[in-house]
């Protein structure tokens, strides 16, 4: 039936065409050709739209039709609450373009993401082409990701991160001295800092001890030249991106001496010293001369790639390559703008969820008093340690609840993450074509009000042990699933224990009304954040937490 009815448009637009060509001569040829083409691309497209394998997904019938980025250029970075709206009048399944689909049903995610692991879109190109190279994060070559997961899990497991927590620890240290040199130059012992911005830096500083055995000294000194030159490569790159053209500049092009040469001095430094250090960086120059490595990686080559994903993913794209390289076919009028934000260098995931747990804290001073009567009560600080150890915070119930509540409600990509099905599926009861772009909704599927009850409202209680109704775990993937989840996942759960726990046993913050609309516009550029980019509080020591602690 739906095929004939295609053959019947068809042979009418033929013959409607044909009459034309009968009555005006050679000229009008020209312009039925040019008819007879748009009417069959007319044709087509409502074939497709009402009769095609994905004419069943429901969906505003434009998106059917037209390829249209899906916002308006005034509202940039607010494609992932456009996306919402349509889910939320059309179901868990939507159609947002011609071959697109976004899926927040929890079924079909799992399908996705575990049992079909469908590969990564091919959009994520466009990340190789902001960092210049093919990352773990970007790739979507199977061989290439086997081996980059390889060499680098050993780095993220959790008896090695053992050995990473007082490079973390240090950096988080440097935060807490910060705050108390702020408040004690500050006015009636409170002072006013901008917390989003140094949750960014203190990521950075982290990132830097972990991985290559050097601080950035972001906290410190608010700067360094690295990550600096990386944002400006990254945004050349997106600009070239954008105008290919440019791409025949070799300025525009060239990776800055200043990278090279900083991979060159880290490896040169640590192989000379000698010193055995337990990070990221000597894992790697480990493998480099392991008898097993059969793979004749080159070293340096790694060490760029893992400094490009370190940073690059935390600091501009940690899950970012989803939403830009999604962006392309989508939002094509929301891309180049974002990548030139300033602020860009900003986005990143651990800080960005620590930072918005603060802010639902803040928000509800009932759930943040549980908080602190837990950290007070449970959290044992040995006499002389300014920090509580990693093992006495992660089975405190409250703080994992309200840093897994904030991840349901906030997640990195609310967008989603786009896959490509190198083969025809059946995802539930849709027939899915090969290369369709196929976005595993993770926010929808967070905030699905089958799955959780008041899906919106900040309730850490309900991961509680015991919690009735308990979390719907089959429907909560902050960190994706699947061959391509997250490598840095029990590294971020140190990083955010740890920062929390510690800002809410020493310090008291404030909220400052005059900043909270800004808590409230977000945006997604890059990794979900806070459009302003910044969001001051104020801050006082607890007194009484402070005064135990000796010699800080
Ligand atoms: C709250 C913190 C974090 C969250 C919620 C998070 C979430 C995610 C998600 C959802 C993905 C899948 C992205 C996709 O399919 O496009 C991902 C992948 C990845 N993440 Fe994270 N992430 C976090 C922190 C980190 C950290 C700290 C690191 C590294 C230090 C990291 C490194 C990576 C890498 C390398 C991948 C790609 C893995 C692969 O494709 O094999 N992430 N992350």
């Known amino acids: 039936m739906d095929t004939t009815t295609f053959h019947m448009l068809k042979s009418w637009a033929f013959e409607f065409l044909s009459s034309f060509v009968g009555h005006s001569g050679r000229g009008a040829a020209v312009q039925s050709a040019a008819a007879v083409v748009a009417s069959y691309v007319v044709v087509a497209r409502l074939y497709d739209a009402f009769f095609g394998p994905l004419s069943d997904v429901p969906g505003p019938l434009i998106h059917k039709l037209l390829d249209l980025p899906v916002t308006l250029p005034s509202e940039r ?17 939507v159609r947002i373009g011609r071959n697109v689909i976004s899926v927040a049903d929890k079924e079909m995610l799992k399908q996705i993401l575990v049992k079909e692991d469908l590969p990564k879109s091919k959009l994520y190109k466009q990340g190789q082409r902001m960092t210049g190279r093919q990352t773990l994060f970007n790739t979507i070559e199977l061989d290439f990701h086997k081996q980059r997961r390889r060499i680098l899990s050993p780095a993220f497991s959790i008896s090695y991160l053992n050995s990473l927590e007082p490079y973390i620890f240090q950096a988080t240290e440097s935060l807490v001295r910060k705050l108390r040199a702020e408040i004690s130059v500050g006015t009636n012992e409170r002072a006013v800092v901008d917390i989003w911005n140094l949750l960014q830096r203190l990521a950075l500083d982290i990132i830097g001890e972990t991985a290559f055995g050097r601080t950035f000294g972001m906290i410190e000194n608010g700067s360094h030249p690295l990550p600096q030159k990386i944002t400006e490569s990254m945004r ?16 525009l092009t060239r990776q800055d001496p200043l990278f ?31 008898k097993e490595s059969d793979d004749r990686l080159d070293v340096k080559d790694i060490i760029s790639e893992t400094v490009l994903f370190l940073y690059a993913i935390p600091l501009t794209t940690r899950a970012p390559v989803s939403f830009v390289a999604l962006s392309e076919s989508l939002m094509s009028i929301e891309i180049s703008p974002p990548l030139l934000h300033p602020s860009i260098a900003g986005s990143e995931t651990t800080s960005n969820s620590t930072g918005f747990a603060i802010i639902y804290l803040l928000r509800h001073p009932d759930k943040l008093q549980t908080l602190i009567r837990e950290l007070d009560t449970q959290l044992d600080i040995p006499v002389g340690d300014l920090l509580p150890s990693h093992d006495s915070l992660k089975h405190l119930p409250y703080l994992n609840a309200v840093i897994n509540e904030t991840m349901r409600l906030r997640p990195v990509s609310a967008m989603g993450l786009p896959r490509e099905p190198a083969k025809d599926v059946m995802l539930g009861h849709y027939f899915v074509p090969r290369k369709t772009l ?18 919106t409202e900040f309730m850490p209680e309900r991961f509680l042990e015991g919690a009735v109704p308990g979390p719907a775990m089959d429907a909560f993937y902050p960190f994706s699933a699947g061959s391509r989840n997250c490598i840095g996942k029990n590294f971020a759960w140190m990083e955010m224990r740890l920062i929390l726990a510690t800002l809410f046993k020493y310090f008291e913050f404030d909220l400052i009304p005059s900043e909270m609309p800004k808590a409230d516009d977000l945006a997604q550029f890059v990794t979900l954040t806070i459009r302003a980019n910044e969001f001051n509080v104020g801050v006082r020591v607890r007194k009484e937490a402070w005064e135990k602690v000796h010699g800080f």
């Open 236 to 251: 050349r790159r997106a600009l070239i991106g954008q105008f290919p053209f440019l791409g025949l500049i070799p300025a």
């Open 77 to 93: 970075g607010s494609a992932w609450k456009y996306v919402a709206s349509v889910h939320e009048r059309y179901g868990p399944v």
């Open 260 to 290: 090279q040469k900083f991979v060159t001095n880290i490896i040169e430094d640590r192989v000379k010293s000698g010193i055995h250090r337990s990070d990221i960086l000597q894992i790697l120059i480990d493998a480099q001369y392991s």
């Open 438 to 455: 196929v976005i595993a909704n993770m926010r929808g599927v967070q905030i699905n009000p089958d799955y959780w009850p008041n899906p």
